[in-house]
């Protein structure tokens, strides 16, 4: 629905209806100056095998807003990233779902990445997908206190730093 230049979306989260409002003309995108990269590199996008569950596992994710986002974990996606081996726990909707959303934190999150953690997607192709970190970009949250993002369960915090992707935004 729309009301002068505002747009208003009504959502779902946690089960409960919420409304989202945006102004394109909002004063805070007057003075957005963009976001900073780090530089692509190759090595940050790797091939990983999806261990899938017996059955897709059913998870409530924790959100600045203390409202779970419910979500499946198909099952634990390995990887190597300079010679360690890594593992994240994608997140889908539905069990016939091929696109993975990570949410995940490592050991730049809050010095030279957003401190709750960044966003990114695969594409699941059989039991492989490419995750490629130098697509890792900033949650919602970062840009407004209104948002509702999920944060990374604790099995998605890696210890090691992903210098690929967005960098931190702001203060």
Do not use: W
């Not at 999150?109 to 130098?134: C, H, I, M, P, Q």
């Amino acid at each position: 629905m729309t009301l002068g230049r505002l747009r208003i979306l009504v959502i779902e989260r946690g089960g409960r209806p919420a409304v989202r409002v945006k102004d394109p003309e909002h004063p805070a995108r007057e003075r957005f100056s963009g976001i900073d990269y780090y530089p692509i590199r190759p090595e940050f996008r790797v091939r990983a095998r999806l261990r899938p569950f017996d059955e897709p596992k059913p998870i409530e994710v924790a959100t600045v807003v203390d409202i779970g986002a419910r979500f499946l974990v198909p099952g634990r996606l390995e990887f190597e990233l300079d010679g360690i081996a890594l593992s994240l726990e994608p997140l889908i909707s539905e069990p016939s779902d091929t696109e993975l959303f990570i949410i995940f934190k490592d050991s730049t999150s809050g010095e030279e990445t957003y401190g709750a953690g960044r966003y990114l997607y695969a594409t699941l192709e059989g039991r492989d997908a490419v995750v490629d970190f130098n697509k890792a970009y900033n949650p919602p949250c970062v840009f407004t206190a209104f948002a509702t993002c999920p944060l990374p369960p604790p099995q998605n915090r890696l210890d090691v730093p992903i210098r690929a992707g967005e960098r931190r935004y702001g203060k």
